[in-house]
């Protein structure tokens, strides 16, 4: 069965390193999109793909940065860790012409 | 600016009762609106609409979209534990992003 997956599904690490969360879909969408989930925000969108070689900002997009090299993947990169970016992340795909997005199991990310 | 609005934010019931959960939208270029279901994991896909007055249904719930009055309902009838949940709404527009609502953190009491 196609699917969506991320990892890892929990990270803790320390302000100031890199860290790069993964996301692969088998789906074979054209659309992937980052989103994170904080308490009395709901889902923010950080960046999004139309397709390879294809990536654009969200509303959240400073210090995060994705390339798509591939259909499958849509990597999300912090540059450098901060406190503020502790959040669940989620991936999502969707179909080229359709809005409904099927999401990944979501990873915590802890900063400290 | 572009907004969903959902309400209540948080409601609790008692088992077998019917719950109606809100979603108003201001969105430029709508598309669609579409429904999902987060429990403790990532948020799982229910209904999308795009057509006024037409209701989707699946089992217990069901949904209808008003475009004159730029809003949703969202039904469930005979409430049972396993749907509490937080209920979230989300629009499309015009290139394929969806703009979210803050979600209904539904409980359901035995």
């Known amino acids: 069965d196609a699917e969506i997956t991320q990892s890892p599904r929990h990270k803790i690490t320390e302000t100031g390193r890199q860290v790069t969360l993964a996301c692969h879909q088998t789906w074979n969408h054209n659309n992937m999109f980052w989103y994170r989930q904080d308490l009395g925000h709901g889902l923010r969108l950080i960046h999004y793909s139309y397709g390879v070689q294809d990536t654009n900002k969200g509303e959240v997009s400073d210090g995060y940065s994705v390339s798509r090299s591939n259909t499958e993947d849509l990597p999300l990169t912090l540059e450098s860790a901060a406190s503020s970016q502790t959040s669940v992340y989620f991936c999502?795909?969707?179909?080229?012409?359709?809005?409904?997005?099927?999401f990944g199991p979501g990873t915590r990310l802890t900063v400290l | 600016e572009d907004k969903v609005v959902q309400s209540p934010l948080s409601l609790v019931v008692h088992e077998g009762d019917t719950v109606t959960l809100n979603c108003s939208y201001e969105?430029?270029?709508?598309?669609?609106l579409l429904w999902y279901k987060q429990e403790k994991k990532a948020p799982t896909f229910l209904f999308m609409l795009?057509?006024s007055g037409i209701e989707k249904k699946s089992g217990r719930l069901s949904s209808i979209l008003d475009k004159k009055e730029l809003f949703s309902i969202l039904n469930i009838t005979a409430t049972q534990t396993g749907d509490s949940a937080v209920y979230l709404c989300?629009?499309?527009?015009?290139?394929?992003?969806?703009?979210w609502g803050a979600g209904t953190k539904l409980i359901i009491k035995p």
């Open positions: 795009t057509s």
């Open positions: 989300a629009v499309g527009y015009s290139n394929y992003q969806l703009i």
């Open positions: 969105v430029t270029n709508f598309r669609s």
């Open positions: 999502a795909s969707s179909e080229g012409l359709r809005d409904t997005q099927y």
